[in-house]
């Protein structure tokens, strides 16, 4: 596999920016995709340094694309850079005149721990017909419920993102509101995978998005076990995502 760090100047975000980028050397282009998002305190280097990812994509011979966001939350920024839109429009535009990715559907995956489970998911419903499926570790997943009641210490950086009023309105971030367009309008959906650690934080944040989903009518495929807001557990869980995949039939 091939490993590359890249830096470069983003028109989206009028700033330099930094992404990771593992790439498969046996199979043919173009290349299945993953990206793959960090959390709140992490960046672009996480999931290389804190988990088996290589490992994991040379076993399923695919790229893996691993952006930076900072502290967005996914999110156009109210005082800040528009990353949604860096990520969701600029990004793959760019890379795909750089390397040989598929542009299929059925090639793509997105998925992301804490807030970048978030992201992954926001990212897949606003643009379903970009992704096969995407996959959520101990997502901040009911962004509502958080912004009411926010962990002290982040507040002025939840203001940036959201505003002083800390809404979500025009953030583009309720997931069930975006399930329930969907759903309305017959769009087909990627295949969603939720997976929480019953001893996480954000345990019941998940629990309870997960009762969202099925009083909407969403179909979600949920796990839970042991586990914290841990490496150790995030790294079970893209490793057991990648292979439900390939047995589910998503990745061939």
Same mark, same amino acid.
């Given at each position: 596999?091939?490993?590359?760090?890249?830096?470069?100047?983003?028109?989206?975000?009028?700033?330099?920016?930094?992404?990771?980028?593992?790439?498969?050397?046996?199979?043919?282009?173009?290349?299945?995709?993953? @990206?793959?998002?960090?959390?709140?305190?992490?960046?672009?280097?996480?999931?290389?340094?804190?988990?088996?990812?290589?490992?994991?994509?040379?076993?399923?011979?695919?790229?893996?694309? #691993?952006?930076?966001?900072?502290?967005?939350?996914?999110?156009? #920024?109210?005082?800040?850079?528009?990353?949604?839109?860096?990520?969701?429009?600029?990004?793959?535009? %760019?890379?795909?005149?750089?390397?040989?990715?598929?542009?299929?559907?059925?090639?793509?995956?997105?998925?992301?721990?804490? #807030?970048?489970?978030?992201?992954?998911?926001?990212?897949?419903?606003?643009?379903?017909? %970009?992704?096969?499926?995407?996959?959520?570790?101990?997502?901040?997943?009911?962004?509502?419920?958080?912004?009411?009641?926010?962990?002290?210490?982040?507040?002025?950086?939840?203001?940036?993102?959201?505003?002083?009023?800390?809404?979500?309105?025009?953030?583009?971030?309720?997931?069930?509101?975006?399930?329930?367009?969907?759903?309305?309008?017959?769009?087909?959906?990627?295949?969603?995978?939720? @997976?929480?650690?019953?001893?996480?934080?954000?345990?019941?944040?998940?629990?309870?998005?997960?009762?969202?989903?099925?009083?909407?009518?969403?179909?979600?495929? @949920?796990?839970?076990?042991?586990?914290?807001?841990?490496?150790?557990?995030?790294?079970?869980?893209?490793?057991?995502?990648?292979?439900?995949? %390939?047995?589910?039939?998503?990745?061939?």
């Amino acid at each position: 596999m091939a490993l590359i760090t890249m830096q470069f100047h983003s028109q989206t975000l009028g700033k330099q920016t930094s992404l990771a980028i593992i790439l498969p050397d046996e199979a043919p282009p173009p290349f299945k995709t993953l @990206y793959l998002l960090h959390g709140w305190s992490d960046d672009h280097s996480a999931w290389l340094r804190q988990t088996s990812i290589e490992r994991y994509a040379i076993r399923e011979q695919i790229a893996v694309v #691993m952006p930076n966001v900072d502290l967005s939350f996914y999110t156009d #920024m109210v005082y800040g850079s528009p990353y949604f839109t860096f990520l969701a429009d600029e990004l793959p535009e %760019r890379l795909a005149r750089l390397f040989p990715f598929s542009d299929k559907r059925e090639d793509q995956f997105v998925a992301g721990l804490s #807030m970048g489970g978030f992201g992954a998911f926001k990212w897949a419903l606003h643009n379903t017909e %970009r992704f096969q499926a995407a996959a959520s570790f101990s997502g901040a997943l009911d962004l509502k419920s958080l912004l009411e009641a926010p962990i002290p210490e982040r507040i002025p950086h939840m203001k940036a993102v959201f505003g002083e009023s800390l809404s979500l309105h025009q953030s583009g971030g309720d997931l069930i509101a975006l399930l329930k367009t969907s759903i309305a309008e017959k769009i087909k959906l990627p295949h969603l995978y939720q @997976y929480c650690g019953t001893e996480d934080f954000l345990y019941d944040i998940n629990t309870s998005f997960l009762e969202e989903t099925r009083q909407v009518g969403a179909s979600l495929v @949920y796990s839970e076990g042991p586990g914290g807001h841990t490496w150790d557990y995030w790294d079970r869980c893209i490793d057991n995502w990648l292979l439900s995949l %390939r047995k589910d039939g998503l990745l061939k």
